[in-house]
Protein backbone atom coordinates (compact mmCIF):
# COMPACT_ATOMS: atom_id res chain seq x y z
CA UNK A 1 0.00 0.00 0.00
CA UNK A 2 3.09 2.57 0.44
CA UNK A 3 4.23 1.62 -3.07
CA UNK A 4 0.19 2.93 -4.04
CA UNK A 5 1.15 6.19 -1.91
CA UNK A 6 4.59 7.00 -2.87
CA UNK A 7 3.38 6.48 -6.82
CA UNK A 8 0.18 8.74 -6.78
CA UNK A 9 1.05 11.41 -4.28
CA UNK A 10 4.99 11.31 -4.50
CA UNK A 11 5.34 14.73 -5.53
CA UNK A 12 3.23 16.06 -2.47
CA UNK A 13 5.53 13.83 -0.23
CA UNK A 14 9.05 14.99 -1.62
CA UNK A 15 7.49 18.77 -0.93
CA UNK A 16 6.60 18.32 2.11
CA UNK A 17 9.78 16.40 2.99
CA UNK A 18 11.55 19.06 1.31
CA UNK A 19 9.78 22.20 3.10
CA UNK A 20 10.01 20.22 6.65
CA UNK A 21 14.00 19.08 6.42
CA UNK A 22 14.77 22.24 5.01
CA UNK A 23 13.33 24.40 7.43
CA UNK A 24 14.68 22.28 9.94
CA UNK A 25 18.56 22.02 8.33
CA UNK A 26 18.10 26.57 8.19
CA UNK A 27 16.90 26.55 11.48
CA UNK A 28 19.72 24.71 12.85
CA UNK A 29 22.13 26.22 10.73
CA UNK A 30 21.03 29.60 12.11
CA UNK A 31 20.84 28.16 15.68
CA UNK A 32 24.34 27.24 15.42
CA UNK A 33 25.33 30.45 13.77
CA UNK A 34 23.40 32.77 16.99
CA UNK A 35 25.35 30.64 19.62
CA UNK A 36 28.65 31.74 17.98
CA UNK A 37 27.83 35.00 19.12
CA UNK A 38 27.52 33.74 22.95
CA UNK A 39 23.83 35.84 22.70
CA UNK A 40 22.45 36.15 26.27
CA UNK A 41 25.91 37.38 28.09
CA UNK A 42 25.18 39.03 31.12
CA UNK A 43 27.39 42.09 30.32
CA UNK A 44 25.16 42.44 27.23
CA UNK A 45 22.15 41.92 29.04
CA UNK A 46 22.67 44.65 31.57
CA UNK A 47 23.85 46.85 28.40
CA UNK A 48 20.35 46.19 27.03
CA UNK A 49 18.38 46.18 30.20
CA UNK A 50 19.80 50.01 31.23
CA UNK A 51 19.37 50.93 27.70
CA UNK A 52 22.96 53.07 27.88
CA UNK A 53 23.07 52.46 24.22
CA UNK A 54 24.38 49.89 21.45
CA UNK A 55 27.44 49.36 21.65
CA UNK A 56 26.68 45.78 22.97
CA UNK A 57 28.44 43.73 20.32
CA UNK A 58 25.50 41.11 20.43
CA UNK A 59 23.52 43.85 19.08
CA UNK A 60 24.89 42.49 15.84
CA UNK A 61 23.64 39.16 16.53
CA UNK A 62 20.04 40.30 18.34
CA UNK A 63 19.52 41.86 14.71
CA UNK A 64 19.76 38.66 13.30
CA UNK A 65 17.68 36.91 15.63
CA UNK A 66 14.78 39.30 14.83
CA UNK A 67 15.47 38.33 11.09
CA UNK A 68 14.92 34.55 12.06
CA UNK A 69 11.47 35.67 13.08
CA UNK A 70 10.76 34.66 9.67
CA UNK A 71 11.89 31.23 10.06
CA UNK A 72 11.00 30.61 13.13
CA UNK A 73 7.13 31.74 12.57
CA UNK A 74 7.17 30.21 9.05
CA UNK A 75 6.34 26.93 11.33
CA UNK A 76 3.44 28.37 12.84
CA UNK A 77 1.22 27.84 9.14
CA UNK A 78 3.49 25.30 7.70
CA UNK A 79 2.13 21.65 9.51
CA UNK A 80 -1.13 23.10 8.63
CA UNK A 81 -0.05 23.64 5.08
CA UNK A 82 1.63 20.03 4.93
CA UNK A 83 -1.02 18.38 6.72
CA UNK A 84 -3.78 19.67 4.72
CA UNK A 85 -1.52 19.05 1.42
CA UNK A 86 -0.93 15.88 1.82
CA UNK A 87 -4.32 14.73 3.72
CA UNK A 88 -6.38 15.88 1.07
CA UNK A 89 -5.45 13.51 -1.41
CA UNK A 90 -5.23 10.50 0.25
CA UNK A 91 -8.84 9.16 -0.70
CA UNK A 92 -9.80 12.34 -3.09
CA UNK A 93 -7.25 11.40 -5.58
CA UNK A 94 -8.36 7.52 -5.76
CA UNK A 95 -11.84 8.57 -6.12
CA UNK A 96 -10.91 11.62 -8.62
CA UNK A 97 -9.09 9.07 -10.69
CA UNK A 98 -11.63 5.86 -10.18
CA UNK A 99 -8.87 4.12 -8.94
CA UNK A 100 -10.57 3.52 -5.57
CA UNK A 101 -12.73 0.99 -7.27
CA UNK A 102 -10.20 -1.39 -7.37
CA UNK A 103 -9.07 -1.68 -3.22
CA UNK A 104 -13.13 -1.19 -2.54
CA UNK A 105 -14.11 -4.09 -5.07
CA UNK A 106 -11.43 -6.37 -3.60
CA UNK A 107 -12.54 -5.65 0.26
CA UNK A 108 -15.31 -4.27 2.45
CA UNK A 109 -12.82 -2.88 4.91
CA UNK A 110 -12.57 0.45 4.03
CA UNK A 111 -11.40 1.70 7.18
CA UNK A 112 -8.65 -0.52 7.06
CA UNK A 113 -8.13 0.48 3.63
CA UNK A 114 -7.77 3.91 4.72
CA UNK A 115 -5.60 3.31 7.43
CA UNK A 116 -2.96 1.35 5.51
CA UNK A 117 -3.51 4.25 2.69
CA UNK A 118 -2.89 6.60 5.33
CA UNK A 119 -0.08 5.32 7.09
CA UNK A 120 2.79 6.49 4.49
CA UNK A 121 1.86 9.94 3.96
CA UNK A 122 1.58 9.98 7.89
CA UNK A 123 4.63 9.07 8.42
CA UNK A 124 6.11 11.38 5.91
CA UNK A 125 4.34 14.42 7.35
CA UNK A 126 6.02 13.11 10.90
CA UNK A 127 9.54 12.71 9.67
CA UNK A 128 9.13 16.38 7.66
CA UNK A 129 7.22 18.28 10.78
CA UNK A 130 9.80 16.44 13.70
CA UNK A 131 12.90 17.57 11.60
CA UNK A 132 11.87 21.30 11.37
CA UNK A 133 10.67 21.26 14.76
CA UNK A 134 13.49 19.97 16.37
CA UNK A 135 15.75 22.34 14.26
CA UNK A 136 13.08 25.03 14.95
CA UNK A 137 13.69 23.95 18.99
CA UNK A 138 17.11 24.85 18.94
CA UNK A 139 16.83 28.13 16.85
CA UNK A 140 14.31 29.34 19.36
CA UNK A 141 16.43 28.85 22.24
CA UNK A 142 19.64 30.06 20.52
CA UNK A 143 17.74 33.48 20.03
CA UNK A 144 16.38 34.09 23.34
CA UNK A 145 18.64 32.57 25.63
CA UNK A 146 17.77 34.50 28.21
CA UNK A 147 14.04 33.04 27.84
CA UNK A 148 12.96 29.75 29.35
CA UNK A 149 10.90 28.42 26.52
CA UNK A 150 9.23 26.44 29.00
CA UNK A 151 8.31 29.22 30.83
CA UNK A 152 7.72 32.16 27.92
CA UNK A 153 5.19 32.18 24.94
CA UNK A 154 7.85 33.48 22.64
CA UNK A 155 7.90 31.67 19.52
CA UNK A 156 4.82 29.68 21.40
CA UNK A 157 3.83 26.98 18.67
CA UNK A 158 6.79 26.77 16.77
CA UNK A 159 8.53 24.08 18.85
CA UNK A 160 8.70 20.74 20.31
CA UNK A 161 5.79 18.67 20.05
CA UNK A 162 3.18 21.71 18.81
CA UNK A 163 4.12 21.32 15.20
CA UNK A 164 3.95 17.63 14.97
CA UNK A 165 0.36 17.41 16.01
CA UNK A 166 -0.56 20.35 14.55
CA UNK A 167 0.40 19.01 10.79
CA UNK A 168 -1.27 15.14 12.25
CA UNK A 169 -4.75 17.19 12.92
CA UNK A 170 -4.46 18.99 9.95
CA UNK A 171 -3.65 15.90 7.73
CA UNK A 172 -7.31 14.42 9.84
CA UNK A 173 -8.93 16.92 9.05
CA UNK A 174 -8.18 17.43 5.41
CA UNK A 175 -8.79 13.40 4.86
CA UNK A 176 -11.90 13.78 6.08
CA UNK A 177 -12.86 16.68 3.22
CA UNK A 178 -10.94 14.86 0.63
CA UNK A 179 -13.02 11.72 1.69
CA UNK A 180 -16.66 13.60 2.09
CA UNK A 181 -15.68 15.74 -1.27
CA UNK A 182 -14.18 13.33 -3.26
CA UNK A 183 -12.40 15.82 -5.72
CA UNK A 184 -8.64 16.50 -5.61
CA UNK A 185 -9.02 20.28 -6.35
CA UNK A 186 -11.65 20.91 -4.24
CA UNK A 187 -10.35 18.89 -1.26
CA UNK A 188 -7.01 20.86 -1.45
CA UNK A 189 -8.75 23.88 -1.43
CA UNK A 190 -11.10 23.66 1.34
CA UNK A 191 -8.45 21.85 3.21
CA UNK A 192 -6.07 24.68 3.09
CA UNK A 193 -8.70 27.18 3.62
CA UNK A 194 -9.93 25.13 7.09
CA UNK A 195 -6.44 24.47 8.10
CA UNK A 196 -5.37 27.64 7.78
CA UNK A 197 -8.60 28.93 9.98
CA UNK A 198 -7.54 26.33 12.38
CA UNK A 199 -4.38 26.99 12.76
CA UNK A 200 -5.37 30.81 13.20
CA UNK A 201 -7.86 29.67 16.21
CA UNK A 202 -5.42 27.63 17.71
CA UNK A 203 -2.60 30.39 18.29
CA UNK A 204 -5.17 33.09 19.23
CA UNK A 205 -7.08 30.75 21.44
CA UNK A 206 -3.54 30.46 23.33
CA UNK A 207 -2.86 30.56 26.31
CA UNK A 208 -6.32 28.33 26.27
CA UNK A 209 -7.63 29.87 29.57
CA UNK A 210 -4.58 29.26 31.83
CA UNK A 211 -4.10 32.34 33.85
CA UNK A 212 -0.79 33.88 33.90
CA UNK A 213 1.55 33.15 36.26
CA UNK A 214 3.37 36.23 36.78
CA UNK A 215 1.99 39.79 36.77
CA UNK A 216 5.25 41.41 35.54
CA UNK A 217 5.42 44.78 36.87
CA UNK A 218 7.26 47.08 34.18
CA UNK A 219 10.05 49.03 35.70
CA UNK A 220 11.16 45.38 37.01
CA UNK A 221 10.78 43.54 33.61
CA UNK A 222 12.79 46.58 32.01
CA UNK A 223 15.76 46.30 34.90
CA UNK A 224 15.68 43.02 34.73
CA UNK A 225 14.95 41.33 31.79
CA UNK A 226 12.68 39.04 33.22
CA UNK A 227 9.33 38.81 31.24
CA UNK A 228 11.27 39.82 27.95
CA UNK A 229 8.94 37.58 25.25
CA UNK A 230 9.66 39.80 21.99
CA UNK A 231 11.44 43.10 21.05
CA UNK A 232 9.54 46.14 19.76
CA UNK A 233 11.48 48.02 17.13
CA UNK A 234 12.66 50.39 19.46
CA UNK A 235 14.04 47.86 21.42
CA UNK A 236 11.22 48.01 24.21
CA UNK A 237 10.09 45.11 25.56
CA UNK A 238 6.59 43.69 24.58
CA UNK A 239 4.87 40.46 25.02
CA UNK A 240 3.06 38.30 22.91
CA UNK A 241 -0.33 40.34 22.63
CA UNK A 242 1.24 43.95 22.11
CA UNK A 243 -0.71 46.40 24.43
CA UNK A 244 -1.68 43.97 27.11
CA UNK A 245 -0.20 43.06 30.51
CA UNK A 246 2.30 40.35 29.87
CA UNK A 247 1.72 37.26 30.45
CA UNK A 248 3.91 34.86 31.83
CA UNK A 249 3.24 30.87 32.02
CA UNK A 250 6.11 30.52 34.25
CA UNK A 251 5.24 27.18 36.05
CA UNK A 252 1.81 26.81 34.29
CA UNK A 253 3.53 26.53 31.03
CA UNK A 254 2.83 22.66 30.84
CA UNK A 255 -0.81 23.47 31.63
CA UNK A 256 -0.73 25.33 28.55
CA UNK A 257 1.14 22.73 26.44
CA UNK A 258 -1.44 19.98 27.97
CA UNK A 259 -4.90 21.75 26.81
CA UNK A 260 -3.27 22.83 23.27
CA UNK A 261 -2.29 18.88 22.92
CA UNK A 262 -5.62 17.81 23.94
CA UNK A 263 -7.54 20.69 21.59
CA UNK A 264 -5.27 19.29 19.01
CA UNK A 265 -5.70 15.67 19.71
CA UNK A 266 -9.39 16.00 19.82
CA UNK A 267 -9.41 17.27 16.80
CA UNK A 268 -7.45 14.81 15.07
CA UNK A 269 -10.16 12.50 16.26
CA UNK A 270 -12.97 14.34 15.47
CA UNK A 271 -11.29 14.66 11.79
CA UNK A 272 -10.48 10.20 11.78
CA UNK A 273 -14.00 9.55 12.86
CA UNK A 274 -15.40 11.75 10.23
CA UNK A 275 -12.91 10.33 7.76
CA UNK A 276 -14.10 7.29 8.69
CA UNK A 277 -17.67 7.57 8.43
CA UNK A 278 -17.30 9.17 4.95
CA UNK A 279 -15.18 6.66 3.65
CA UNK A 280 -17.23 3.80 5.05
CA UNK A 281 -20.69 5.15 3.89
CA UNK A 282 -19.65 7.11 0.59
CA UNK A 283 -20.32 5.58 -3.49
CA UNK A 284 -16.40 5.63 -5.40
CA UNK A 285 -17.48 7.79 -7.22
CA UNK A 286 -17.15 11.73 -7.25
CA UNK B 1 -25.72 -23.23 -6.48
CA UNK B 2 -27.65 -22.16 -3.62
CA UNK B 3 -25.58 -22.16 -0.40
CA UNK B 4 -26.52 -24.87 2.14
CA UNK B 5 -27.81 -22.59 4.37
CA UNK B 6 -30.58 -21.17 1.82
CA UNK B 7 -29.26 -17.94 0.79
CA UNK B 8 -28.88 -16.73 -3.12
CA UNK B 9 -25.95 -16.23 -4.94
CA UNK B 10 -27.42 -12.77 -5.82
CA UNK B 11 -30.74 -11.76 -4.94
CA UNK B 12 -32.76 -8.31 -5.57
CA UNK B 13 -35.91 -8.28 -3.33
CA UNK B 14 -38.67 -4.96 -4.50
CA UNK B 15 -34.73 -3.31 -5.40
CA UNK B 16 -35.52 0.60 -5.93
CA UNK B 17 -32.79 3.20 -6.46
CA UNK B 18 -33.47 6.78 -6.77
CA UNK B 19 -30.81 9.39 -7.31
CA UNK B 20 -31.69 13.14 -6.54
CA UNK B 21 -35.70 13.41 -5.84
CA UNK B 22 -36.69 12.02 -9.10
CA UNK B 23 -34.34 9.93 -11.18
CA UNK B 24 -35.71 6.50 -10.81
CA UNK B 25 -32.14 4.23 -11.61
CA UNK B 26 -33.65 1.31 -10.46
CA UNK B 27 -37.67 0.66 -10.01
CA UNK B 28 -38.94 -2.74 -8.06
CA UNK B 29 -36.64 -5.33 -9.09
CA UNK B 30 -36.50 -8.76 -8.06
CA UNK B 31 -34.21 -10.92 -9.36
CA UNK B 32 -32.72 -14.47 -7.55
CA UNK B 33 -29.24 -15.95 -9.23
CA UNK B 34 -28.25 -19.08 -7.90
CA UNK B 35 -26.87 -21.57 -10.65
CA UNK B 36 -23.30 -20.99 -11.63
CA UNK B 37 -22.75 -19.99 -15.36
CA UNK B 38 -22.65 -16.61 -17.10
CA UNK B 39 -25.51 -14.22 -17.17
CA UNK B 40 -25.65 -11.93 -19.66
CA UNK B 41 -27.80 -8.70 -18.43
CA UNK B 42 -28.76 -6.34 -21.18
CA UNK B 43 -30.05 -3.12 -21.78
CA UNK B 44 -29.46 0.56 -22.84
CA UNK B 45 -27.74 3.52 -21.99
CA UNK B 46 -29.18 4.89 -18.18
CA UNK B 47 -31.35 1.25 -18.17
CA UNK B 48 -29.79 0.74 -14.78
CA UNK B 49 -27.46 -2.05 -14.85
CA UNK B 50 -24.23 -0.60 -13.79
CA UNK B 51 -26.71 0.56 -11.07
CA UNK B 52 -27.92 -2.73 -10.09
CA UNK B 53 -24.25 -3.82 -9.75
CA UNK B 54 -23.59 -1.52 -7.79
CA UNK B 55 -26.01 -2.12 -5.30
CA UNK B 56 -24.84 -5.50 -5.21
CA UNK B 57 -21.13 -4.39 -4.23
CA UNK B 58 -22.41 -2.26 -1.92
CA UNK B 59 -21.04 0.80 -3.82
CA UNK B 60 -25.16 2.58 -3.78
CA UNK B 61 -27.52 1.87 -1.22
CA UNK B 62 -30.75 0.55 -1.92
CA UNK B 63 -33.71 3.43 -1.92
CA UNK B 64 -35.98 0.73 -1.03
CA UNK B 65 -36.06 -3.11 -1.27
CA UNK B 66 -32.84 -5.12 -0.34
CA UNK B 67 -30.33 -7.20 -2.01
CA UNK B 68 -27.76 -9.54 -0.87
CA UNK B 69 -24.71 -11.40 -1.73
CA UNK B 70 -24.78 -14.94 -0.76
CA UNK B 71 -27.16 -14.52 1.71
CA UNK B 72 -24.91 -11.02 3.41
CA UNK B 73 -26.35 -7.37 2.98
CA UNK B 74 -23.76 -5.41 0.78
CA UNK B 75 -24.03 -2.66 2.38
CA UNK B 76 -24.28 -3.94 6.17
CA UNK B 77 -22.05 -7.01 5.72
CA UNK B 78 -19.72 -5.38 3.33
CA UNK B 79 -16.98 -7.56 4.46
CA UNK B 80 -18.42 -10.90 4.39
CA UNK B 81 -20.48 -9.79 1.30
CA UNK B 82 -17.87 -8.68 -0.60
CA UNK B 83 -15.76 -12.06 -0.55
CA UNK B 84 -18.27 -13.68 -2.74
CA UNK B 85 -17.82 -11.24 -5.32
CA UNK B 86 -14.84 -9.91 -8.18
CA UNK B 87 -16.42 -7.14 -9.65
CA UNK B 88 -14.85 -5.94 -13.43
CA UNK B 89 -15.97 -1.94 -13.89
CA UNK B 90 -16.81 -0.38 -17.13
CA UNK B 91 -13.89 1.72 -17.04
CA UNK B 92 -10.31 -0.59 -15.65
CA UNK B 93 -9.85 1.02 -12.18
CA UNK B 94 -6.00 0.81 -12.49
CA UNK B 95 -3.15 2.98 -11.19
CA UNK B 96 -1.59 4.37 -14.63
CA UNK B 97 2.18 4.56 -12.30
CA UNK B 98 2.19 1.09 -10.99
CA UNK B 99 3.10 -1.80 -13.02
CA UNK B 100 0.48 -4.57 -13.70
CA UNK B 101 2.72 -6.43 -11.09
CA UNK B 102 1.80 -3.95 -8.44
CA UNK B 103 -1.62 -4.26 -9.32
CA UNK B 104 -1.18 -8.03 -8.10
CA UNK B 105 0.75 -7.18 -5.22
CA UNK B 106 -2.26 -4.84 -4.09
CA UNK B 107 -4.92 -7.44 -4.98
CA UNK B 108 -3.08 -9.84 -2.72
CA UNK B 109 -2.65 -7.53 0.06
CA UNK B 110 -6.27 -6.70 0.29
CA UNK B 111 -7.61 -9.48 -0.84
CA UNK B 112 -7.66 -12.42 1.75
CA UNK B 113 -7.23 -15.91 -0.48
CA UNK B 114 -6.45 -14.18 -3.60
CA UNK B 115 -4.76 -16.28 -6.17
CA UNK B 116 -2.07 -14.31 -7.63
CA UNK B 117 -0.58 -17.12 -9.46
CA UNK B 118 -4.22 -17.29 -10.99
CA UNK B 119 -3.96 -13.76 -12.49
CA UNK B 120 -0.42 -13.90 -13.73
CA UNK B 121 -1.37 -17.19 -15.70
CA UNK B 122 -4.18 -15.63 -16.99
CA UNK B 123 -2.25 -12.57 -18.37
CA UNK B 124 0.37 -14.50 -19.71
CA UNK B 125 -1.37 -16.72 -21.59
CA UNK B 126 -2.55 -13.31 -23.50
CA UNK B 127 0.62 -11.79 -23.57
CA UNK B 128 0.00 -9.18 -20.91
CA UNK B 129 3.44 -7.99 -19.67
CA UNK B 130 3.62 -8.14 -16.08
CA UNK B 131 6.48 -5.31 -15.62
CA UNK B 132 4.29 -2.74 -17.96
CA UNK B 133 2.64 0.25 -16.11
CA UNK B 134 -1.21 0.33 -16.31
CA UNK B 135 -0.64 4.00 -17.86
CA UNK B 136 0.71 2.23 -20.78
CA UNK B 137 -1.46 -0.61 -21.75
CA UNK B 138 -4.29 -0.63 -24.69
CA UNK B 139 -7.28 -0.45 -23.02
CA UNK B 140 -7.86 -4.01 -24.16
CA UNK B 141 -5.09 -5.08 -22.17
CA UNK B 142 -6.07 -3.11 -19.07
CA UNK B 143 -9.63 -4.76 -19.35
CA UNK B 144 -7.81 -8.06 -19.60
CA UNK B 145 -5.80 -6.80 -16.37
CA UNK B 146 -8.54 -5.69 -14.56
CA UNK B 147 -10.59 -9.28 -15.17
CA UNK B 148 -7.24 -11.00 -14.27
CA UNK B 149 -7.98 -9.61 -10.78
CA UNK B 150 -11.38 -10.12 -10.52
CA UNK B 151 -10.39 -14.11 -11.47
CA UNK B 152 -7.68 -14.44 -9.26
CA UNK B 153 -10.48 -13.25 -6.00
CA UNK B 154 -11.43 -16.84 -6.80
CA UNK B 155 -14.97 -15.38 -6.05
CA UNK B 156 -17.77 -17.10 -6.46
CA UNK B 157 -19.98 -14.34 -7.89
CA UNK B 158 -18.34 -11.95 -10.94
CA UNK B 159 -19.59 -9.13 -11.41
CA UNK B 160 -18.67 -7.71 -14.84
CA UNK B 161 -20.18 -4.12 -16.03
CA UNK B 162 -19.38 -3.81 -19.22
CA UNK B 163 -15.93 -4.50 -19.70
CA UNK B 164 -16.05 -5.19 -23.14
CA UNK B 165 -17.22 -1.55 -23.98
CA UNK B 166 -14.11 -0.72 -25.18
CA UNK B 167 -12.42 -3.56 -26.63
CA UNK B 168 -12.11 -4.66 -29.77
CA UNK B 169 -13.56 -7.66 -31.71
CA UNK B 170 -10.22 -10.08 -31.30
CA UNK B 171 -9.95 -8.86 -27.66
CA UNK B 172 -13.76 -9.40 -26.94
CA UNK B 173 -13.49 -12.58 -27.70
CA UNK B 174 -10.38 -12.91 -26.02
CA UNK B 175 -12.13 -11.77 -23.03
CA UNK B 176 -15.23 -13.93 -23.38
CA UNK B 177 -13.11 -16.73 -23.70
CA UNK B 178 -11.39 -16.20 -20.86
CA UNK B 179 -14.74 -15.66 -18.82
CA UNK B 180 -16.29 -18.85 -20.64
CA UNK B 181 -13.24 -21.27 -19.30
CA UNK B 182 -13.14 -20.15 -15.91
CA UNK B 183 -16.65 -20.11 -14.61
CA UNK B 184 -16.83 -23.65 -15.76
CA UNK B 185 -13.65 -24.47 -14.54
CA UNK B 186 -14.53 -23.38 -11.04
CA UNK B 187 -18.20 -23.41 -10.88
CA UNK B 188 -18.64 -19.59 -10.45
CA UNK B 189 -21.58 -16.88 -11.46
CA UNK B 190 -20.66 -14.14 -13.98
CA UNK B 191 -23.22 -11.49 -14.52
CA UNK B 192 -21.83 -9.75 -17.61
CA UNK B 193 -23.64 -6.47 -18.54
CA UNK B 194 -23.31 -5.52 -22.11
CA UNK B 195 -24.62 -3.93 -24.93
CA UNK B 196 -23.71 -6.33 -28.02
CA UNK B 197 -26.23 -8.99 -27.91
CA UNK B 198 -23.59 -11.30 -29.60
CA UNK B 199 -21.62 -11.53 -27.45
CA UNK B 200 -24.16 -12.62 -24.21
CA UNK B 201 -25.41 -15.11 -27.09
CA UNK B 202 -21.99 -16.73 -27.17
CA UNK B 203 -21.24 -17.04 -23.54
CA UNK B 204 -24.39 -16.88 -21.54
CA UNK B 205 -26.60 -19.58 -19.92
CA UNK B 206 -29.29 -16.98 -19.06
CA UNK B 207 -30.39 -13.16 -20.28
CA UNK B 208 -31.83 -10.58 -18.39
CA UNK B 209 -33.32 -7.70 -20.32
CA UNK B 210 -33.39 -3.86 -18.62
CA UNK B 211 -35.10 -1.06 -19.65
CA UNK B 212 -34.87 2.06 -17.66
CA UNK B 213 -35.07 0.66 -14.07
CA UNK B 214 -37.24 -2.45 -14.95
CA UNK B 215 -36.58 -6.08 -15.78
CA UNK B 216 -38.20 -6.60 -19.44
CA UNK B 217 -37.27 -10.43 -19.24
CA UNK B 218 -35.28 -13.03 -17.28
CA UNK B 219 -35.11 -16.51 -18.99
CA UNK B 220 -32.45 -18.73 -20.22
CA UNK B 221 -31.37 -18.29 -23.82
CA UNK B 222 -32.83 -21.37 -24.91
CA UNK B 223 -36.27 -20.35 -23.29
CA UNK B 224 -35.82 -17.19 -24.88
CA UNK B 225 -35.27 -18.74 -28.44
CA UNK B 226 -38.14 -21.24 -27.83
CA UNK B 227 -40.62 -18.91 -26.42
CA UNK B 228 -40.52 -16.18 -28.95
CA UNK B 229 -42.10 -15.87 -33.07
CA UNK B 230 -40.94 -14.27 -35.02
CA UNK B 231 -44.19 -12.94 -37.39
CA UNK B 232 -43.93 -11.14 -40.55
CA UNK B 233 -46.08 -8.59 -41.64
CA UNK B 234 -48.77 -7.12 -40.40
CA UNK B 235 -48.88 -6.90 -36.23
CA UNK B 236 -50.69 -10.07 -34.88
CA UNK B 237 -53.25 -9.27 -32.41
CA UNK B 238 -52.71 -10.10 -28.79
CA UNK B 239 -54.08 -13.55 -28.21
CA UNK B 240 -54.55 -16.28 -24.91
CA UNK B 241 -51.73 -18.01 -26.00
CA UNK B 242 -49.37 -14.91 -27.06
CA UNK B 243 -48.49 -11.34 -26.67
CA UNK B 244 -46.98 -9.20 -29.08
CA UNK B 245 -43.44 -7.56 -27.86
CA UNK B 246 -42.53 -5.45 -30.29
CA UNK B 247 -41.54 -4.39 -33.85
CA UNK B 248 -38.44 -5.97 -35.36
CA UNK B 249 -36.51 -6.54 -38.35
CA UNK B 250 -35.76 -9.54 -40.41
CA UNK B 251 -31.75 -9.60 -41.84
CA UNK B 252 -33.65 -8.37 -45.26
CA UNK B 253 -35.15 -5.26 -43.49
CA UNK B 254 -38.68 -6.84 -43.96
CA UNK B 255 -40.64 -5.65 -41.20
CA UNK B 256 -41.72 -8.41 -38.52
CA UNK B 257 -43.23 -8.35 -34.95
CA UNK B 258 -41.72 -10.30 -31.55
CA UNK B 259 -44.33 -12.49 -30.14
CA UNK B 260 -44.06 -14.30 -26.80
CA UNK B 261 -46.16 -17.48 -26.61
CA UNK B 262 -47.86 -19.25 -24.03
CA UNK B 263 -46.20 -23.23 -23.10
CA UNK B 264 -49.83 -24.29 -24.80
CA UNK B 265 -49.09 -22.57 -28.04
CA UNK B 266 -45.70 -24.35 -28.60
CA UNK B 267 -46.61 -27.51 -27.52
CA UNK B 268 -49.31 -27.34 -29.67
CA UNK B 269 -49.26 -26.27 -34.17
CA UNK B 270 -46.78 -23.35 -34.77
CA UNK B 271 -48.11 -20.78 -36.90
CA UNK B 272 -46.88 -21.30 -40.27
CA UNK B 273 -45.72 -17.49 -40.98
CA UNK B 274 -43.72 -16.98 -38.16
CA UNK B 275 -40.04 -18.47 -37.48
CA UNK B 276 -37.58 -18.58 -34.25
CA UNK B 277 -35.95 -14.87 -33.73
CA UNK B 278 -32.44 -13.97 -33.54
CA UNK B 279 -31.51 -12.89 -30.21
CA UNK B 280 -30.89 -9.85 -31.17
CA UNK B 281 -34.53 -9.23 -32.61
CA UNK B 282 -35.74 -10.42 -28.92
CA UNK B 283 -34.04 -8.20 -27.35
CA UNK B 284 -34.61 -4.94 -29.55
CA UNK B 285 -38.48 -5.96 -29.70
CA UNK B 286 -37.95 -5.76 -25.70
CA UNK B 287 -36.09 -2.26 -25.90
CA UNK B 288 -38.66 -0.91 -28.84
CA UNK B 289 -41.60 -2.00 -26.64
CA UNK B 290 -40.27 -0.35 -23.25
CA UNK B 291 -39.17 2.53 -25.24
CA UNK B 292 -43.17 3.04 -26.93
CA UNK B 293 -44.48 2.88 -23.41
CA UNK B 294 -42.63 6.23 -22.12
CA UNK B 295 -40.53 4.05 -19.86
CA UNK B 296 -37.68 5.99 -21.36
CA UNK B 297 -38.41 9.15 -19.84
Known amino acids: MAHVAWRTTRIEMILVLVVGIGIGIAAVIDALGLSAFELGS ?73 VRRAAFPLVVLLVSMVVASVGESLLVAARRPWLDPWASLADFGTWGLTPVLAGVTAFAVAT ?65 QTGQLPYVPGDRMIEVLARQSAILSATTLLGVGAAAVAVRRRRPTP | MRRPDGSRVLLAEGLSKRFGRDVWALR ?5 IDSPGVIGLVGPNAAGKSTLMKTWMGFERPTKGSVAVCGDDPTRRSEQALQHLGYVPQVPALYRELSVSRHLDLAAAIRPGFDRAHAERRLDDLGVPLSARAGHLSGGQAAQ ?96 DSR ?54
Open chain 2, 244 to 297: VIGSAETADRVPAWVILVTDRALSGQDHPSTQEPTLEQVVLAYLASASRRGDWQ
Open chain 1, 42 to 114: PACLAVLAGRDGWSCPELEALGRATSDDILVGILIIVPWLAGGLLGSQVVAREIDRGTIVLPWSLSGARVRWL
Open chain 1, 176 to 240: AVGAATGRQVLSLVVSLVICTLLALAIRHAAPYGVPSDTWIDWEVAERTGAGFVDWELDARPATW
Open chain 2, 28 to 32: DISIS
Open chain 2, 145 to 240: VSLAIALGTRARVLLLDEPLASLDPLARREMLDVLARDTTEHGSTALLSSHVVADVERVCDRLIILGVGRILLDATITETRARHRLVLGERPADGA
